[in-house]
């Protein structure tokens, strides 16, 4: 495999993956069969059929691009297995890997946090991938209980308790977002590296992992963005958060622009490591924006069509942010066209 020797943040150099999956919104209806040469595709919305091999499906209803499914594409010939819970398709460069526990197998939602995520920490070190990159996590009744017993704040605990062997310049960019079902599910899915990429941190945000007391026991433990490759940059869900602090609470107008703001450092800060990135988001950004309350769908919605180019596909999915005050959090993958 060819790979780039390309300093780090940290200064050291690593091998940055030479080549990334191709992710693409893509018209599927229900049932229908991935595209050949997928490696593994999302889909959203809360039906009832059996979820296809090789798919996650992320129980949020999709406010805006209902049965658009995103195809993660391989590179070569796949193999797929399973490993206790976790389900896996690979090709020789990256793997995708998704696994679904109930809560109350686990005595909870920390319990079931630290199981999950024990068991990625132990098959990632064991299998040929390695590095993991990206993750993204749904659970239900995110905002439920209060101070350091909101649900949160009990994941972030049970997360960190579960990949206490990975150092914090090592963790994956991740989004974590609650559904509001009662099925006590927590749902993770991932991509993971044989090579590392580079995590990047947002100079206008404090690092999560650096996040004081005030916002529960145990900091997140993500990273803000991953450059993959230097075509490929997935950027952590992000939120209305300055410094640490949530900004205007109340106006999902201001939460957004601040949101645009944070995306836009990190699409500049990403140029050092992936020079044919765009500076701007283009047909070949894939933004899925989760929002606390319907009734903000048509604002979002005309923010998106605005800063996309024509006809450019987008996901609104209902959802809850991880703090309260948040009503916004965009996730956004970034390659070079
Ligand atoms: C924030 O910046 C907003 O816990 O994995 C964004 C992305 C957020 C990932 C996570 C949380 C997570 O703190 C919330």
Not at 44 to 65: H, I, K, M, S, Y
Not at 107 to 130: C, D, K, M, N
Not at 255 to 267: G, K, P
Request: glycine residues 8%.
């Amino acid at each position: 495999m060819s790979s780039r020797m390309i300093p780090s943040d940290g200064g050291v150099l690593s091998r940055l993956n030479a080549v990334a999956p191709r992710i693409e919104y893509l018209p599927l209806e229900p049932g229908r069969p991935l595209p050949a040469d997928a490696l593994f595709a999302v889909e959203f919305g809360n039906r009832q059929t059996p979820v296809p091999p090789r798919c996650a499906r992320v129980r949020l209803e999709p406010l805006a691009g209902a049965g658009l499914t995103e195809v993660w594409y391989a590179n070569g010939p796949v193999h797929t297995g399973f490993d206790g819970q976790i389900r896996f398709a690979a090709d020789d460069h990256h793997l995708a890997a998704a696994i679904e526990v109930d809560e109350r197998e686990h005595g909870g939602l920390e319990g079931a946090a630290a199981y999950v995520y024990s068991s990625i920490a132990r098959f990632q070190l064991t299998s040929r991938y390695p590095h993991l990159l990206r993750i993204w996590n749904y659970l239900d009744g995110i905002n439920l209980g209060e101070g350091d017993a909101e649900r949160y704040r009990v994941f972030c605990s049970g997360r960190t308790a579960g990949l206490r062997e990975l150092r914090q310049e090592r963790f994956p960019a991740a989004t974590a977002i609650g559904r509001r079902d009662g099925s006590h599910m927590l749902q993770v899915y991932w991509l993971a590296g044989r090579e590392p990429g580079i995590a990047l941190e947002n100079p206008r945000q404090l690092a999560a992992y650096h996040y004081p007391r005030q916002y529960g026991p145990t900091p997140p433990a993500f990273s803000r963005a991953m450059v993959v490759a230097p075509d490929l940059l997935m950027i952590s869900g992000t939120a209305s958060i300055v410094g640490h602090a949530s900004r205007h609470a109340g106006s999902v107008q201001r939460q957004m622009a601040e949101i645009l703001n944070n995306l836009d450092t990190l699409l500049s800060r990403a140029r050092a490591h992936g020079p044919a990135l765009p500076l701007r988001f283009s047909r070949a950004t894939l933004i899925k924006a989760y929002l606390r309350h319907p009734g903000d769908l048509p604002f979002v919605e005309q923010q998106l069509r605005e800063r996309l180019p024509a006809g450019t596909p987008f996901l609104v999915l209902l959802g809850d942010v991880c703090r309260a005050d948040l009503l916004l959090e965009l996730d956004c993958l970034h390659a070079a066209e």
